[in-house]
């Protein structure tokens, strides 16, 4: 159990188009997700907290205009990467956290984006 | 401040014992948690410590000392399969999870 899926697991756009990554926890419900990236040898940094229900909670010197988070269902949650540029090509890998363990995240398996 | 240190790259045998250290300093602890990530995927959940001591599993094992700020996970019987990053990651008040830079362990013949 608790397996968090991701999609696409990679993509490839033109600078300045805007990419929707989902992330979705395929047997248990998730109240709280969370989206993080990573940079080429560089460990993880989180970039907000969704909640479902509510605002997602943007770390600081993430644009949360930029990175548009949706937390519409207890399953689903969207990151939206508005106008991207090629900075924001990088590896963006979603979480989930179990109801029945509030510490331990599950993990999605990623998803690359290259911006040209 | 929160602070993860972990050493940036070690280098092992096949076959043979490492051990990667990691020290933090965080404001609240309510667990630690050491991830395993190959390049280009998503970390995978190794082991979890909330209580001071070893936890063992298979050829893994991880200590914790919490008045030490301290932990360490222990791979044994090296295989080539193991080369990969290993992250250390610590849960503080808000069970927010601080990661760590990471370690990439690199596997010799």
């Known amino acids: 159990g608790a397996v968090v899926s991701q999609h696409p697991s990679w993509v490839i756009c033109k600078s300045g188009t805007s990419v929707k990554i989902e992330c979705r926890s395929l047997d248990f419900q998730a109240t709280t997700m969370f989206w993080y990236r990573q940079f080429p040898k560089q460990s993880l940094m989180l970039m907000a907290t969704?909640?479902?229900?509510?605002?997602?909670?943007?770390e600081q010197g993430v644009e949360k205009d930029k990175f548009l988070i949706n937390h519409a269902s207890l399953t689903l949650s969207t990151l939206t990467v508005t106008s991207a540029h090629p900075e924001d090509s990088s590896f963006y890998i979603c979480?989930?956290?179990?109801?029945?363990?509030?510490?331990?995240?599950?993990f999605g398996p990623g998803t690359r984006l290259t911006v040209l | 401040g929160q602070n993860i240190d972990q050493p940036t790259e070690m280098t092992a045998t096949e076959g043979a014992i490492v051990q990667i250290n990691c020290t933090y300093q965080t404001s609240g602890f309510n667990g630690l948690f050491w991830y395993q990530q190959h390049a280009g995927e998503a970390p995978t959940f190794l082991s979890y410590?909330?209580l001071d001591g070893l936890e063992e599993k298979g050829r893994f094992s991880s200590f914790l000392s919490r008045s030490k700020g301290y932990s360490y996970l222990l791979l044994k019987e090296l295989q080539m399969k193991d080369s990969a990053s290993y992250l250390c990651a610590v849960t503080d008040s808000n069970y927010q999870l601080i990661w760590g830079a990471g370690t990439k362990l690199i596997i010799k013949p």
């Open positions: 969704s909640n479902e229900g509510s605002k997602a909670t943007y």
């Open positions: 410590n909330v």
């Open positions: 979480s989930a956290r179990h109801p029945g363990s509030d510490h331990e995240q599950f």
